[in-house]
Nanobody
Framework: VRLVESGGGLVQPGGSLSLSCAAS????????MNWYRQGPGKERELVAG????????NYVDSVKGRFTISRDNAKNTVYLQMNSLKPEDTAVYYC?????????WGQGTQVTVSS
């Protein structure tokens, strides 16, 4: 099983980044997919989640209207489009796949929002 995040980097406040998570080794279309983040000195928090079919989506309040989660089951990939980034969005972003009690994690990608 592999979850490989990409797309992180350094961006100025107000800028945008697009994260991708490529999955392999399991039946991607059966799993709910989530993006978590862990900022400096903070606990890991759920940022956004999308159901296996893509029909249900949820966001933490702090990113609503700025972030968009999506998935392409044909490409085994989940995305997180992040707009209007703020310094408080600085964190390591992790991709997570979940089905019942099974949970897989990626290695994370650093997002830094700073001028």
């Amino acid at each position: 099983v592999r979850l490989v995040e990409s797309g992180g980097g350094l961006v100025q406040p107000g800028g945008s980044l697009s994260l991708s998570c490529a999955a392999s080794g399991f039946t991607f279309s059966s799993y709910g997919m989530n993006w978590y983040r862990q900022g400096p000195g903070k606990e890991r928090e759920l940022v956004a989640g999308i159901s296996s079919s893509g029909s249900r989506i949820n966001y933490v309040d702090s990113v609503k209207g700025r972030f968009t989660i999506s998935r392409d089951n044909a490409k085994n990939t989940v995305y997180l489009q992040m707009n209007s980034l703020k310094p408080e969005d600085t964190a390591v972003y992790y991709c997570n796949a979940r089905f019942l009690s099974v949970s897989y994690w990626g290695q994370g990608t650093q997002v830094t929002v700073s001028s």
